[in-house]
């Protein structure tokens, strides 16, 4: 057999239906054109056809990459891909932590979970040893109690009880405290009656040529710590450091997407404050050397700044503790702190009032556990607005709830999200990085004008960078010219740059035409009304130049002028 | 605010800068105006944030800020300047690498000779710490310094006085340049 690297040339399958489980391999060119993790996801639950989100058809697919359990610099993370319950898109979801560096050891590049099991179960992987268990014990247990009881068998992926409860907010925790969020992706795992997966692998990864390996993996860390995103805010203060800068910038989100301004004193939200306050730690997933994530003198995670964003201003919560907490509480149940500060802002505009300090843990419980009003914030801002009768105070889009940045301040993000495919999300363009913090390079936040490319140009980008699969924030300091670099001497297939830039477009083509499928339109492509019509700090977003902005995008894709992808863009991407 | 944002645009009409590069800060009490990382010196309204001035105290906005910021934090630490001023100009990029760190450039001209006295070349990477070091220290004896191959600091109790000593600095290498040059042809 011809000898593989990177790559393990397996994907375990397991059917939990039928109670099976066998493995195969992958044709070369689905490996080659889709790289991994996001791309691979992507194309397996697109040839899977048409499913609704909860009917055992919808496959949960953790894939890893290449680059997985390499010690590349930022190469922890893994990917999930499935239709979402929430959006009712195609979803991947990027976590960290070491689920996906064990995943590739025990010898797989994917994991494809089908069916729904009669009993309540868990899947235990130690290499070739594959099981089926009963979960009952674990069932009504949440995260961190169902973790501590698993991890001595490997790296635990598990539901809480949001997830059990089909929320649609609810995420899967990968090692108690890194998150699969957004999309309800750990509905989709209750809904198959999966309590966790807990991998162990033994194994290695092998590389084509170590030497290249190691000189382009000491290029990328130098790059890493050169650059200052990294070096002077990601590493010293974590994400958090975004709050000062956001709310500088009059982007940061106050009451429910109303405001800019909040009625209090936003310096206890500072990194700075929290340095102060609550002397942090630092903590990194595998082979990480920025380290961003933050936890108290316990050991316990403190929010990042997308959950400090939404939980203070934007629902009018003056106290940080609380969001520390509502965190917690989220990690625990396994609820997305976005959707859940998003559905909260959009429940405090229709009720007229801010959500107090106690009411955000009350409110996080009650989502957690679907109980009284937490059955209907459960819904999802789009849903629960609706059956309020007050549809246009949801602040989400494709149904997905709007992360820590208002459109109207930085306009392409803003583009970007309308034209997401999973949603309203910063991390489909990650405009972050040239719109907010200038890197690579530093463009105009506040106009539509040249957005249409930027945005097709980092779409095509992250959804390689989710298929190889690293963080995002290295992209910070190295570029894909790097990885491509990397990637080339781990698989010994030769990559450039610009390679890894059509596998994105593939990428980013496969899901557009799934969501195509599943009847969205042109029409799904837009902000929520708010920011055409109401001004923020003299701001607001032209209507015209933002339909104009959408018509040149589709054209720079070669899609339709109903953003539909031409047969012959398709033929050009092999799809 | 409005100082910088005048003598910003000030500086690179005069080709004290080019582009994207350059930055300027101004200290106010024990903080400091510096523009933004990736702005146009002719461009800098909404471009300026506030920093803190103590190296132990690094601020979130430090990630926006100037790249050069730690070395305006050690410059503000080590001088009593209350204003500096980071161009590119050609002739001082130039003449910078006709000299080696540690050398001092002597001008020709009397008006060079009577404000800057001399001008240090000093070395570091761009926004590094040895840069930060060398311009800090070099700066408590000068008003102007040249980094090598990569541009002037200068240093003032006001942005006016930091303005005129970039300037001075350009005018001091253009003249030696130009004279240097002129002295080889005639031998
Ligand atoms: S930068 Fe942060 S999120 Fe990304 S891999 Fe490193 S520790 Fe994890």
């Known amino acids: 057999m011809k000898a593989v690297y990177g790559w393990k040339n397996k994907i375990l399958r397991i059917d939990l239906s039928k109670g099976e489980v066998d493995s195969f391999a992958p044709e070369a060119s689905l490996l080659r054109g889709y790289i991994g993790g996001r791309g691979l996801g992507a194309k397996i639950v697109y040839n899977a056809g048409q499913v609704d989100a909860f009917s055992p058809a919808n496959l949960l697919v953790f894939a890893a990459g290449p680059l997985t359990g390499t010690t590349t610099p930022a190469s922890g993370r893994v990917s999930l891909s499935t239709k979402s319950p929430l959006t009712g898109t195609i979803f991947d979801s990027n976590c960290g932590g070491s689920f996906g560096p064990e995943l590739k050891k025990a010898g797989y590049d994917a994991l494809i979970i089908a069916g729904k099991s009669q009993e309540r179960v868990f899947i235990e992987i130690e290499d070739d040893k594959v099981d089926i268990r009963p979960a009952e014990k674990l069932w009504g247990k949440n995260v961190k109690e169902t973790t501590s009881l698993l991890k001595n068998k490997g790296s635990v992926a598990c539901i809480g009880r949001a997830g059990e409860k089909q929320v649609l907010l609810a995420a899967i925790m990968s090692d108690a405290v890194h998150a699969f969020g957004r999309g309800g992706v750990g509905a989709v795992m209750g809904s198959k009656n999966l309590k966790a997966v807990v991998v162990k692998g033994t194994g290695h990864v092998d590389i084509f040529d170590r030497a290249e390996f190691l000189k382009q993996k000491k290029l990328i860390s130098r790059l890493l710590i050169a650059s200052p995103t990294i070096s002077k805010g990601l590493s010293v203060f974590g994400t958090p450091f975004l709050m000062k800068i956001t709310s500088w910038m009059r982007i940061l989100p106050v009451a429910n997407f109303r405001k800019v301004e909040p009625d209090f004193n936003l310096s206890p939200f500072f990194a700075k404050s929290i340095v102060e306050q609550w002397s942090p730690q630092r903590r990194a997933c595998y082979s990480c050397p920025i380290a961003c994530k933050r936890e108290d003198k316990e050991g316990n995670e403190l929010p990042e700044y997308e959950t400090i964003g939404l939980m203070s201003a934007n629902i009018q919560n003056p106290d940080y503790s609380a969001v520390v907490e509502a965190n917690r509480l989220c990690n625990d149940y396994g609820l997305d702190t976005i959707s859940v500060a998003g559905v909260l802002g959009c429940y405090s505009e229709i009720r007229n009032k801010g959500i107090s300090p106690a009411e955000l843990l009350r409110f996080t419980r009650m989502i957690g556990e679907k109980e009284g009003m937490g059955e209907q914030l459960g819904w999802g801002a789009k849903l629960f607005s609706a059956s309020e009768c007050s549809p246009e105070k949801s602040i989400q889009v494709k149904g997905l709830e709007l992360p820590a940045y208002d459109p109207r301040g930085v306009k392409g993000l803003g583009f970007s999200y309308a034209t997401s495919n999973r949603g309203g999300c910063h991390t489909r363009a990650y405009l972050v990085a040239p719109e907010i913090l200038r890197k690579p390079k530093a463009i105009d936040p506040y106009t539509l004008a040249g957005k249409a490319g930027h945005t097709k140009i980092f779409q095509d980008r992250f959804a390689a960078v989710d298929s190889l699969v690293v963080c995002k924030f290295a992209f910070f300091g190295v570029g894909e010219e790097e990885y491509a670099n990397v990637l080339s001497a781990v698989t010994g297939v030769d990559y450039t740059s610009e390679d890894l830039m059509l596998v994105g477009e593939r990428i980013w083509n496969v899901e557009r035409v799934y969501n195509l499928r599943e009847g969205f339109s042109k029409d799904d492509d837009t902000l929520p009304e708010r920011f055409f019509e109401k001004k923020v700090d003299g701001r607001v977003i032209d209507r015209e130049e933002f339909l104009k902005t959408r018509d040149e995008y589709y054209r720079m894709r070669g899609w339709t002028e109903n953003g539909v992808p031409t047969e012959r863009a398709l033929k050009r991407l092999g799809i | ?187």
């Open chain 2, 1 to 187: 605010m409005q100082e910088l944002i005048k003598y910003g645009k000030k500086i690179v009409d005069a080709g004290l800068a080019h582009s994207h590069f350059g930055n300027v800060s101004k200290r106010v009490g024990d903080q400091m105006l510096i523009s933004t990382t990736g702005s146009m010196l002719d461009e800098l309204e909404g471009q300026i944030v506030t920093v803190s001035i103590d190296p132990a105290s690094p601020d979130e906005l430090d990630v926006i800020a100037s790249t050069e910021v730690n070395v305006h934090r050690a410059i503000y630490k080590a001088t009593s300047a209350l204003a500096i001023l980071h161009g590119h100009s050609k002739y001082a990029v130039a003449m910078s690498m006709l000299y080696k760190p540690g050398e001092l450039i002597v001008p020709e001209d009397a008006e060079s000779i009577y404000v800057l006295h001399e001008i240090p070349v000093v070395r570091g990477g761009v926004g590094s710490d040895e840069l930060a070091r060398n311009a800090a220290t070099a700066l408590r004896d000068h008003k102007g310094i040249v980094v090598q191959g990569h541009g002037t600091f200068a240093r003032g109790a006001t942005v006016d006085e930091a303005y005129v000593i970039l300037s001075s600095v350009e005018h001091a290498c253009t003249v030696k340049y130009l004279v240097d040059g002129a002295k080889r042809i005639s031998v």
